[in-house]
Nanobody, 128 residues
Framework: VQLQASGGGLVQAGGSLRLSCAAS????????MGWYRQAPGKQREAVAI???????NYADSVKGRFTISRDNGENTVFLQMNSLKPEDTAVYYC???????????????????????WGQGTLVTVSS
């Protein structure tokens, strides 16, 4: 089970980017998914979270500019980032809380919770 993030890049201030993060493997159910970021010399911070039911929360610094969404059928979470600012420059990481499934030799289904699964980061650079 893994998360694969993509969509980062270099953009001018005021521009837009869309990040994607797909969960792959024997996924049974995904609870919340989220995006975090870490700027150089700073701690990782939460950017946006979306629950399984679609409720969202945003960091104050991105409210009104970023939108998180998810495609449950594709086990994918997106982050649409508009009106980007130089201070949005960071490595962006996706995170998920999920159950994955396994079958034993008797074909009995077992669910295992991964409550803090991280994807690799994708770099977003906003130039002034």
């Amino acid at each position: 089970v893994q998360l694969q993030a993509s969509g980062g890049g270099l953009v001018q201030a005021g521009g837009s980017l869309r990040l994607s993060c797909a969960a792959s493997g024997s996924i049974f159910s995904i609870y919340h998914m989220g995006w975090y970021r870490q700027a150089p010399g700073k701690q990782r911070e939460a950017v946006a979270i979306i629950t399984g039911g679609g409720s969202t929360n945003y960091a104050d610094s991105v409210k009104g500019r970023f939108t998180i969404s998810r495609d449950n059928g594709e086990n994918t979470v997106f982050l649409q980032m508009n009106s980007l600012k130089p201070e949005d420059t960071a490595v962006y990481y996706c995170n998920a809380d999920l159950d994955y499934k396994e079958y034993d030799a008797e074909m009995t289904l077992t669910l295992t919770r991964l409550s803090d699964l991280w994807g690799q980061g994708t770099l977003v650079t906003v130039s002034s």
